[in-house]
C-alpha cells in the first residue's frame, strides 16, 4: 500500500525455510498472494530463484548425513510429533487453508488439515512395520535387499490441496530417512509456511525439511534440474509434468508424477440413484471441482438418462455458494482470478461445440458483500457434447461437469477411456460382476465402485496414460523414497 510515496508492508510476508529458520529470498522480491474469495493481498511470498534452492539444497545435504543414520523410532517420533502438532492448530491450518484457495472452511475442516495429519502419522508408523527381503541362491549365496534413503528429495506440489498434497510428499520422503526441498505452489503458501514452523517446533533437527516458496518457471524449475537433487516427486498439470521430465530426464532422477485427469463417473440404470446422485454432486463440485480426482465426465445409461439429470441439475442448483470462511458454504471461489477465466472459457467453448448449459455457467449475483469481488463461478452441468469435443477431453479443473447418455457397457467403457488421461473413474451399479468387468476395462489408476475418494493410504496411487508416472502410496511411497540394493554374500 502506498501512501504520501511512503510504502507501508500491512501483510505478512512468508519467508523461505532453509536450514531451520525463515530467511528472505536472495532476489529480495515477493509475489502478492490473493485470497480469491475477496480478491485482496493477504500476504507476500517469497520470489526464489537458484540461489535459495541451492542454499537449501546444500542444508539438506548436510542433514541428510545424520538425518540418514537416525534411527527409524526416533524418526518416527518425529513425525508423530508433527502430527499432534498440526492437530493443536487445526482450527488456524483450516482458515488459512480456506483464505489462501477459496476452499469453503467446512470442506478444509473436513479433509485438508485431518489428511495432513494422518499423512504424518501412517508414514510415521508404517516405517516400522517395514520389511526387506532376503533370496537363498540354493546353498551357495545368501541375498539380502536393503533400502537406502537416495538424499534430497525434491517435493513440488499444486494449489488445489496445498497442505494434504505436501505432507503426503513430505511425510514419506522423510519418514524414510531423506531430507528434502518442498516447492509449494505461489497461489497457496501459506498452510506450508505454518507447517515449517511446525516441524521446527516439533524438534525435527534444521535442515531435514527446507521450503522454498516462489514460481514454478524459477523456483521449481531450479529444484527438477538441481544436480544435488536425484529424486523429484511432482504433483501438479500434465503440460508441467512434461517440463519437469525434460530437465529432471538428462539428469537420472528418480520421478513420480502425478498429473491432470478427465475423470468419468459412469452410472448404470442398476445404481442407487439416491446414492449416485448425492455422491455424484460432490465429485463435480467439491473444492470446486479442484480436485485432480473429480469426476468431470458423467456417463448415465440412457433408460435413466432423464431421471438423472432432472436430479442431478435440480441438486446441484441448491449448492450452496458463497463466503468460504462460513460454516454453511458448501463451495468456495476458484484460486486465482486468470483461472477462473480459463474456467469461463471453456463454458463458452461448449456452447460453440453445440453444447447446452442445463444450469449454471454465470459469476453468482447474489454473494455477501465481503466476497463480492471473488472469483466465484456457479456450478455448472453441460449436456449434449460428443466424447471428442474439446470440452470432453481437455482437463478443466473448475465446477463444470458434463453429462452423456450411453446404451452398453461397451459403450461407457469406450467412452470413459476416450481421453489422454487416465487418472481415476467412478462405476455405479448394483450387478457385481458388471462393476469388476466395467471396473478392469476403465483405463485409470484407481476406480471407485459405488463410492468416490475413498481413500485408504496403503494402496497405490497414481495416473495411467498421461496422468502420470509411477505409484505412491504405503509402502509404494516407502519404495519410491528409497533405493533397493541387494547385498549377495556367498556361503
Ligand atoms: P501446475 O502444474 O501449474 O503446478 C504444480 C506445481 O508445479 C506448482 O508448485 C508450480 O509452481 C510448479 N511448477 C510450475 N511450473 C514448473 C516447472 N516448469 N518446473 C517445476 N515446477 C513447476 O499445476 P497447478 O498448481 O495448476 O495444479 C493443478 C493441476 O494439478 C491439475 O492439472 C490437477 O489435475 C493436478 N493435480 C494432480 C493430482 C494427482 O494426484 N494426480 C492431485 C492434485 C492436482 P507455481 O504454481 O508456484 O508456479
Not at 249 to 257: A, Q, W, Y
Not at 262 to 285: G, R, Y
Request: charged share 25%.
Amino acid at each position: 500500500m502506498t501512501g504520501g510515496g511512503i510504502r507501508f508492508r500491512t501483510v505478512k510476508r512468508v519467508l523461505n525455510f532453509i536450514d531451520g529458520q525463515f530467511r528472505p529470498p536472495c532476489s529480495g522480491r515477493y509475489l502478492p498472494n490473493v485470497n480469491p474469495a475477496t480478491g485482496q493481498v493477504i500476504s507476500e511470498t517469497a520470489d526464489s530463484g537458484p540461489e535459495d534452492v541451492d542454499a537449501a539444497v546444500s542444508a539438506a545435504s548436510r542433514a541428510f548425513e545424520s538425518w540418514k543414520k537416525t534411527p527409524a523410532e526416533e524418526r518416527s517420533r518425529l513425525l508423530l510429533k508433527v502430527a499432534g502438532l498440526i492437530e493443536e492448530n487445526f482450527d488456524e491450518l483450516a482458515r488459512l487453508e480456506s483464505e489462501d484457495n477459496g476452499k469453503p472452511i467446512s470442506l478444509a475442516r473436513r479433509m485438508d488439515v485431518p489428511r495432513a495429519v494422518l499423512n504424518f502419522r501412517f508414514f510415521a508408523t508404517a516405517i516400522l512395520h517395514a520389511e526387506t527381503p532376503s533370496h537363498m541362491t540354493d546353498d551357495r549365496a545368501l541375498n539380502y535387499t536393503l533400502r537406502q534413503p537416495l538424499g534430497v528429495a525434491g517435493l513440488i506440489s499444486p494449489w488445489n490441496l496445498p497442505l494434504y498434497l505436501l505432507t503426503w510428499k513430505i511425510a514419506p520422503a522423510i519418514a524414510a530417512g531423506n531430507c528434502c526441498v518442498a516447492k509449494p505452489s505461489e497461489l497457496t503458501p501459506l498452510t506450508a509456511d505454518r507447517l515449517a514452523a511446525l516441524i521446527a517446533d516439533a524438534g525435527v533437527p534444521p535442515g531435514v525439511v527446507n521450503i522454498v516458496h516462489g514460481t514454478g518457471a524459477a523456483a521449481g524449475r531450479a529444484l527438477t534440474s538441481h544436480p544435488k537433487v536425484p529424486l523429484i516427486s511432482f504433483t501438479g498439470g500434465t503440460k508441467t509434468g512434461a517440463d519437469v521430465m525434460t530437465h529432471a530426464g538428462p539428469l537420472f532422477k528418480k520421478v513420480s508424477l502425478e498429473l491432470g485427469g478427465k475423470n468419468p463417473n459412469v452410472v448404470f440404470a442398476d445404481a442407487d440413484l439416491d446414492q449416485a446422485i448425492a455422491t455424484s454432486i460432490q465429485s463435480s463440485f467439491a473444492n470446486q471441482g479442484e480436485i485432480c480426482l473429480c469426476g468431470s465426465r458423467l456417463f448415465v445409461e440412457r433408460k435413466i438418462y432423464g431421471e438423472f439429470v432432472d436430479r442431478f441439475v435440480e441438486a446441484t442448483k441448491k449448492l450452496r455458494i458463497g463466503d468460504p470462511q462460513e460454516a454453511s458454504t458448501e463451495v468456495g471461489a476458484l484460486v486465482s482470478e486468470p483461472h477462473l477465466r480459463k474456467v469461463e472459457g471453456y463454458v463458452a467453448l461448449a456452447k460453440e461445440e453445440g453444447g447446452e448449459i442445463l444450469t449454471g455457467g454465470n459469476r453468482p449475483g447474489n454473494l455477501p458483500e465481503r466476497v463480492r469481488d471473488g472469483y466465484f463461478l456457479e456450478p455448472t452441468v453441460i449436456a449434449g457434447l460428443d466424447c471428442n469435443r474439446r470440452v470432453m477431453q481437455e482437463e478443466i479443473f473448475g465446477p463444470v461437469v458434463t453429462v452423456t447418455p450411453f446404451d452398453s457397457p461397451e459403450d461407457a467403457i469406450a467412452y470413459a477411456n476416450s481421453t489422454r488421461y487416465g487418472l481415476s473413474a467412478s462405476v455405479w451399479t448394483r450387478d457385481l460382476q458388471k462393476a469388476h468387468r466395467v471396473a478392469a476395462a476403465i483405463d485409470s489408476g484407481t476406480v471407485w465402485v459405488n463410492t468416490w475418494l475413498l481413500r485408504d493410504l496403503r494402496v497405490p496411487f497414481g495416473g495411467m496414460k498421461e496422468s502420470g508416472v509411477g505409484r505412491e502410496g504405503g509402502f509404494g511411497s516407502l519404495e519410491f523414497f528409497t533405493e533397493a540394493k541387494n547385498i549377495c554374500v556367498k556361503l
